[in-house]
């Protein structure tokens, strides 16, 4: 079993003071997100020594996971002049200008005598002739992949002001098999497509996993035992658990943002679905919704207020707005078509969802009062968005026509720099954690 | 599964089997029994499953985004009934299941309506409730394959299966 989410164990963070560099001024090189078109920052990304490759390895994922965010652009290492031997020393920041890198990135990797590596960086304003970060991390080596999304984060919060999402994991559900008799089993892997564990054996279809805020918990739909039920899934152990004793099927569960309680549907005897909520302590069960009509896809805000859901009580399935309690239950959606999957944004400002119009699926963000929608893109068929913990980013499943099965994406809430996931088989309901190390 | 596990156990069947699947493939139409196909049912022992699924139907079919149990739809379950009265050791799951052009935990509570529909309309024709449970496959057990309208007609469908016990 691997110790990658016992993060305030392992990984220790460190400032490097430098003398050649010591004013905290503030930095020339910036990003600004809230611009519409934000052209990618030049930015050159050395490979950090070590005696061993970890160092390269280590400084092509942080290359990567910056680029990805399509707000970087890392040079090539060959227009590179300035050869980096000592980590320690301030670069020859001429050298740097001519290649235009607005900003630089050196390192090394060690080994410490208790075997922990010891990974070191520094980031540096190339134009503004400053370091602007200095910082180490000790970890143990299974953890390497964890210290280069930490300095990816790390970078990308300093040039652009807003934490970064790296240092995450997607749950998700792998398929595989002809689609007539498909296996779907959950998975859970980095946010960049490395590291995929299997966490159910695919004997029974597990469905609609989601974390929990603590990191360390799943919920999910499975059908292992005849009827389909939310369960619980304990990461590390492996351990599940039914959530309530229902006698119809309970389905589309997610947690509380203070992880407590666990918000799903409950199938009623004829044929409708409601909302209720489940305190996973007292296992208090509460009814939110009582309508004669399918309620479900209930996701809370992220201050616990409000709850957004899917409803087709207006003859369709369209986006619903309640308090926590079930009260003042509006309707938001208006923009034509049926809408559904809502889920609210880690910011609180935006509710992204799955639009169906005109024989397409389209994926889109609108206000938390319905206003001010945007599609972020359309196709044959796609849907099940989840955020980014920073807000700044959605995945989603997509299938084209004809692929046989669907695959992950990631695109900027802006609509641009889509990106596909890649994952062993096909795969769909991705759902983004929260940041590993703290948020 | 165990349905095809089942049909392959008889040629006929099989040729059935395939059949639907082309038929399915190439037309609008939803045939629900051997007889529409002009196959005829007749190597089927009165009262087993394949006598079920091959001279009565063992599915209905649905409109888009609905649970509302179609004319031709109310017919098929009126065989269903009457053949579950004549042969009452039967236990009966009916599946509820929904197309891809939903989204999937919306179209797992729309198959359940369907299956619900399903089971209410046979408890209207005479079978008693505690025969039967419902369960919902949402968009997750297509039976065809296609990306277009022929195979979502077909996928659109509460599918009624017998339970071991035999008569």
């Given amino acids: ?439 | 599964m165990g349905r095809i596990s089942r049909l392959t156990l008889n040629p006929a069947m099989l040729i059935l089997a395939l059949m639907l699947a082309v038929a399915g493939c190439a037309n609008k139409q939803t045939p629900n029994t051997a007889a529409d196909l002009g196959l005829g049912g007749g190597s089927a022992t009165p009262g087993s499953p394949q006598d079920f699924t091959v001279n009565v139907g063992d599915r209905i079919f649905f409109d888009t985004d609905s649970s509302s149990i179609r004319a031709d739809a109310q017919q098929t379950l009126t065989r269903q009934a009457q053949w579950l009265g004549q042969y009452p050791n039967y236990q009966i799951t009916i599946e509820g299941h929904a197309d891809e052009r939903g989204t999937r935990e919306y179209n797992l509570a729309l198959g359940a309506r369907r299956a619900a529909a399903t089971r209410d309309f046979l408890v209207s024709r005479g079978v008693p409730a505690n025969r039967m449970r419902t369960i919902s496959y949402g968009k997750e057990r297509p039976v065809a394959v296609c990306d277009d309208i022929s195979c979502w007609s077909q996928n659109r469908r509460a599918v009624t299966v017998l339970q071991g016990a035999g008569s």
Wanted: glycine share 10%; net charge neutral.
């Fill in chain 1, 1 to 439: 079993m691997r110790q990658l989410l016992k993060t305030t164990m392992i990984i220790a963070a460190v400032t490097l003071g430098i003398a050649a560099a010591i004013a905290p001024a503030r930095a020339v090189v910036e990003i600004d997100i809230n611009r519409g078109v934000v052209e990618p920052l030049p930015i050159a990304i050395t490979e950090f020594l070590s005696g061993n490759g970890v160092g390269a390895e280590i400084s092509s994922i942080v290359e990567a996971d910056l680029k990805r965010s399509g707000l970087f652009a890392p040079i090539g290492k060959d227009a590179f002049i300035e050869k980096i031997s000592n980590p320690d020393a301030a670069p020859r920041f001429e050298d740097w200008k001519v290649i235009n890198a607005q900003a630089l990135v050196t390192g090394r990797v060690s080994q410490e005598a208790d075997g922990r590596l010891r990974a070191e960086f520094r980031l540096w304003d190339v134009f503004g002739g400053q370091q602007l970060i200095g910082e180490q991390f000790f970890a143990q080596p299974a953890n390497k992949r964890r210290i280069a999304h930490i300095i990816a984060d790390t970078i990308y919060e300093r040039l652009t002001g807003e934490k970064g999402y790296f240092d995450t994991r997607i749950v998700f559900v792998d398929e595989s098999g002809p689609k007539t008799d498909r296996k779907k089993r959950l998975a859970i892997m980095d946010q960049d497509g490395a590291d995929v564990r299997f966490l159910t054996d695919g004997r029974s279809i597990a469905l609609t996993p989601r974390f929990s805020p603590s990191r360390q918990e799943i919920t999910y739909m499975s059908y292992e035992s005849g009827q389909p039920q939310v369960y619980l899934l304990q990461i590390e152990t492996g351990q599940r658990e039914l959530v309530g004793n229902f006698p119809g099927m309970t389905f589309a569960p997610r947690f509380s943002p203070d992880g407590q309680k666990v918000i799903f549907s409950l199938l009623r005897d004829d044929g409708n679905s409601n909302i209720f909520t489940m305190d996973l302590r007292s296992r208090n069960t509460t009814r939110l919704t009582n309508s004669n009509a399918i309620d479900t896809s209930p996701s809370y805000s992220p201050n616990s207020s409000q709850i957004v859901f899917t409803s087709d009580r207006g003859g369709q399935p369209q986006i619903y707005v309640m308090g926590a309690d079930g009260s003042g239950q509006n309707r938001i959606s208006f923009g034509g078509g049926s809408y559904s999957t809502p889920v609210w944004s880690p910011r609180g400002d935006l509710i992204a969802f799955t639009k169906q119009t005109g024989g397409e699926f389209q994926i889109g963000v609108m206000r938390t009062d319905g206003s001010g929608e945007r599609i972020l893109t359309s196709g044959f068929l796609q849907e099940g968005p989840t955020w980014a913990p920073n807000g700044r980013v959605i995945m989603f499943f997509r299938q084209k026509a004809g692929a046989g099965g669907p695959t992950l994406h990631s695109i900027d809430l802006t609509g641009r720099n889509e990106q596909a996931i890649p994952t062993p088989n096909f795969a769909s309901d991705p759902a983004w954690s929260p940041l590993l190390n703290g948020g």
